[in-house]
């Protein structure tokens, strides 16, 4: 009886034991899964906004992720892979949270691309690889235009982000002979000079470009036009120091822009501000070498020009050929006006603060009694230093039209290396100085010039 019940007792335990193992190979079905927020419509130009910029990992967003290799993309820096990119984009465009990614490992050249909307919102061009232009003016093709590579056309709430490069291939495009100084002997030739823009957006809102770095552009390596509702955080921008031409971020005819926590060093402005720009907010940016952040030119062949509410902060200036600029050319019309200058650290720069309503590409102007109003201009907590060869403070303002109501506070400058330089240049400029400057700016004038009011009425746009 005893052995029966033993038997017994093995066979139901093996029975268990076959039962256990028997379950543990079955497939559980997966939890759902977890909703995804939606896309933000706008993007808000503030320092405390951080966009989305990676590729989700849920599996549920594998179908919107278009990867330009899955679209015969080779990547070995010289196939063309244009007509892969140009798919991919398709298909990325048409689906909503779409991402068209440049996978990393890889160098992948396109030509002269417009990548146009309108498009489902969210969409994203996510570079983790190095993308680049055909190399050198020699190999541009000739069907193609000479003054824009990538271009961003009618796009609404769009990311250009990604931790990879995109490299501009400028240095072919800086030597030609009609560059400045590139002639013989230091000339520079006439004719033709187009060179091509690395990236633009024009027409377009809500757009947000992070995490990148851009570089060695044949001219302005970044240019928003016609834009309302631009993010710009967290970018890298270099190029040579006498690379000619190569702004690292320029604006004109955009709205509502912020541009934030990042480093560009090249052979022209950090950021140039054009005309048609209103409500620009700029901090935390480290700039140089370079010519430093400039609102101009302005002015040019007599046009008219509106540039307003321009703040300028908590921002690194070093070894460039100027600090904060604004430039006008004699002839024109309009106003700036609200420009806000503020904690700003320089480090041998030439031309600290500078206002030059003189400016002259050529140096074959011809004076002209009408300008371009700047007023309401104010300088705060400007400290560092500055190169000896040019007085750090410069306002060079018009005959006709004098800059008023220009503030200064808590500037103090001194000579990176020589002698105090102790002789600001300022001419027909009005403001105030709230407290004493170093060096002493006993050139502005008080006040306001006589006949203000036609004054207003003369730089008040239109």
Known sequence: MKIFLVILLLVNWSNVEGRYHYHKKQKKAPPPAPALPPPDPIISPTPDYTPIVSVPSDPVQEDCVFDVTDYGAIGDGSTDDTAAFVAAWKAACAVESGTLLVPSGCTFMITSTIFSGPCKPGLVFQVDGILTPPAGPDCWPKKDSARQWLVFYKLNNMTLTGTGTIEGNGKDWWELPCKPHRGPNGSTLPGPCDSPTLIRFFMSSNLALSGLRIQNSPMFHVKFDGCEGVFIDKVSISSPKLSPNTDGIHIENTKSVGIYNSMIANGDDCISIGPGCVDVDIEAVTCGPSHGISIGSLGVHNSEACVSNISVRNVMIHDSDNGVRIKTWQGGAGSVTAIAFENIQMENVRNCAIIDQYYCANKNCVNQTSAVYVRD?????????????????????????????????????????????????????????????????????????????????YGECT
């Open 377 to 457: 201009i104010t300088y705060r907590n400007i400290k560092g230093t500055y190169d000896v060869r040019s007085p750090p403070i410069h306002f060079a303002c018009s005959d006709t039209v004098a800059c008023t109501n220009i503030t200064m506070s808590e500037v103090e400058l001194l000579p990176f290396e020589g002698e105090l330089v102790d002789d600001p240049f300022c001419w027909n400029a009005y403001g105030v100085q709230e407290t004493l400057t170093i060096p002493p700016i006993d050139c502005l004038r008080d006040g306001m010039p006589e006949s203000v009011s036609d004054k207003y009425l």
